[in-house]
């Protein structure tokens, strides 16, 4: 479904390479994560996907999603919102506080889908449902501040999904929140049946969702395999110390 070769992000204004040749596709259907500490490129990578790189940024090498160049200028159309969509890490951020909930759902419907306002308020409604919302109607016209952070992200996924994408990344999706929430949210993630990209620093959150693990350092891919081997026979020094992070019960 994606295949990333050679990928570079260099800033040429701090003489910066953040992301530095690295290759990796995702399979249909699967959920590959993508970990790393902060500030080794993980999030960037996501953004080069998407064609939301900093304009200060130079891109090079290939990002191919199907049959579609993701690195030729203008980005291709109907593809990010539509076929890749983002669940950002931070949803109080991410949402517009000046906004209803039902005002921001139902504008990803109304770009990309020619419904009349009672069509686009059922289908806003019954994505809320999906995702695990009680009281759809109640929180449609409520505001972001006015539902929790596990709402908030909730309508964030519902959001990325309504368009029903090919393909989710997922930056960071569980760090605000707390365990019984993640617990919930990650759950949620996986029933949803979806290819998915899975950013985190947290690979004890990797063990519930994953089917491949990418280990990302100083821009470089440094480790590469399934759960299994990631957990059971790490081969990289800097895995087993991520691995030596996760709190043990």
């Known amino acids: 479904m ?3 070769s050679r990928l570079k992000v260099y800033f040429p204004d701090n003489d910066f390479t953040a992301v530095d040749g690295i290759d990796f596709d995702i399979h249909d ?8 500490e902060s500030g080794s490129g993980k999030s960037l990578t996501a953004l080069s996907i998407l064609g939301l790189q900093p304009v200060t940024a130079e891109l090079s090498g290939e990002i191919k999603f199907d049959d579609l160049d993701l690195c ?4 291709p159309a109907g593809v990010r919102g539509k076929r890749i969509s983002l669940i950002a890490q931070d949803p109080l951020s991410a949402l517009n506080p000046m906004y209803s909930i039902y005002g921001q759902l139902s504008e990803a419907v109304k770009i990309y889908q020619a419904l009349g306002e009672r069509e686009t308020y ?3 409604f019954e994505y809320l449902e999906k995702v695990g919302i ?8 409520a505001y972001p501040h006015e539902i929790s952070g596990g709402m908030r992200q909730r309508v964030m996924i519902a959001m990325a999904i309504i368009n029903e994408p ?3 990344i997922a930056d960071e999706p569980t760090t605000a929140l707390d365990v019984t929430v993640q617990a919930v949210i990650l759950q949620l993630l996986k029933s949803l ?5 899975f950013i985190t620093h947290d690979l004890g959150v990797v063990a519930e969702i994953a089917d491949r693990v990418l280990v ?6 440094v480790e590469a395999g399934t759960v299994y081997d990631i957990f059971e026979k790490p081969s990289e020094d800097y895995t087993k110390h991520l691995l030596g992070a996760v709190p043990s019960l």
């Open 2 to 4: 994606l295949q990333v």
């Open 29 to 36: 259907g699967e959920i590959l994560a993508l970990v790393g």
């Open 72 to 75: 030729t200028k203008p980005y």
């Open 122 to 124: 059922k289908l806003c």
């Open 134 to 141: 009680p009281d759809p109607e109640r929180c449609l016209k």
């Open 166 to 168: 090919d393909l989710l």
């Open 193 to 197: 049946g979806k290819t998915i990209l």
């Open 216 to 221: 990302m350092k100083n821009g470089k891919i």
